[in-house]
């Protein structure tokens, strides 16, 4: 792909759009056209000659480790490869080391992967804080006024999958900071969709499937010095048998790496500037369509990433029905979840916006 593509020959690299309004990225994001053979070169050109390759699939692990690093606004040593944010936010819970009286604070509506994590907490006498959202607009002031003196960890999504609601990470990092309290972030709804930088938060988990257009299989879990102090690993391997405080405990995803650092190319070749602005454009776009078609948005217009809700009495059949007119949407919480990224056109929301109004005022 050539530098700063326009719009035609970026869709180029995702054939699927040819014949399919995806607006699904938050399900899963499409694969460009070429990250296959970014991760068979490993098969066939490094794994192919066995451990004699070892050294080459070692710094490829490294460089992504660097360059994911550097993207992030992080150090190396913050970087933990898992195999998705779900064992990374488990394996970060269960390193945590927690005493009788200790809170932690998480949306009652979470995910499940945030909310499941703290049973081996519970059991050391760490309470569970599970706090009603009764408003997208003041989710955030809604979290930061449940913290208190005894709060050891804020648990949150930087962009909620069922409302698309998108925290400020460094303010809520300062409130945390300031009561002395750990901030958690399970961030698969928002890296690649908005700019995130990770030098203020303590515990941040994510997958490269979504918004990164990756594969499966491989995740990154991003831990503060500060966050390390308080861990001791829950797992233990011959990756840390030299050092009692590495989480990283035996061998990464390597085909994963290979196609990591090339995604991460492919991005930069767009330029992530231009993503980001895509996805806030389109973002300002699908608002204003919903607003025209009246279509009711349970994502606050000004804390959003690149998830919208629409409110639709049965979400599970309106998407069903839209997939059938060859329309990609999810159905979550309340309605239907559209989901565009900087591969899409305004064109393809109103469609799908179009169809939406006319399901739901034909039921």
């Not at 760490?126 to 208190?148: C, K, Y």
Request: glycine letters at 8%; one cysteine or more; charged letters at 20%.
């Amino acid at each position: 792909m050539p530098s700063s593509p326009d719009l035609s020959e970026l869709r180029s690299a995702f054939p699927h759009l040819q014949s399919r309004v995806y607006l699904d990225t938050a399900a899963a994001g499409l694969t460009w056209k070429g990250h296959g053979a970014a991760v068979a070169r490993f098969y066939d050109d490094v794994k192919s000659r066995g451990y004699d390759a070892r050294p080459e699939w070692q710094a490829m692990t490294e460089r992504v480790r660097g360059r994911l690093a550097e993207w992030l606004g992080v150090t190396v040593a913050d970087i933990t490869f898992v195999s998705n944010s779900t064992e990374g936010l488990n394996l970060a819970a269960l390193s945590l080391q927690f005493r009788p009286g200790d809170r932690i604070v998480l949306a009652a509506d979470e995910f499940p992967s945030v909310a499941r994590v703290w049973e081996a907490a519970a059991r050391a006498g760490a309470e569970v804080v599970r706090v009603p959202i009764t408003s997208e607009a003041a989710r955030e002031s809604t979290l930061l006024s449940a913290l208190d003196a005894r709060t050891r960890v804020l648990a949150v999504s930087q962009t909620h999958s069922s409302t698309g609601t998108t925290i400020d990470l460094d303010r809520v990092a300062d409130a945390c900071r300031q009561r002395g309290a750990l901030l958690l972030v399970d961030g698969m709804q928002a890296m690649g969709a908005v700019p995130t930088r990770l030098a203020q938060v303590d515990v941040y988990a994510s997958s490269f499937f979504k918004w990164m257009l990756s594969g499966f299989g491989v995740g990154v879990l991003v831990t503060s010095a500060r966050a390390r102090a308080s861990m001791q690993p829950a797992y233990h391997g011959y990756k840390n048998m030299d050092d009692e405080s590495q989480l990283q405990y035996a061998h990464v995803n390597i085909p994963a790496m290979y196609g990591l650092d090339a995604t991460l190319d492919f991005f930069e070749r767009i330029g992530w500037d231009t993503v980001y602005r895509r996805v806030r454009e389109l973002g300002r776009h699908l608002l204003e369509s919903a607003a025209r078609r009246r279509l009711d948005l349970v994502t606050p217009a000004d804390a959003h990433a690149g998830i919208f809700v629409i409110r639709c009495a049965n979400g599970e059949a309106a998407q069903r029905a839209l997939a059938a007119r060859g329309i990609s949407v999810s159905a979550r919480g309340c309605g239907l979840r559209v989901s565009p990224h900087f591969y899409n056109t305004p064109d393809e929301i109103d469609r799908g916006l179009a169809a939406i109004a006319d399901l739901i005022e034909s039921t």
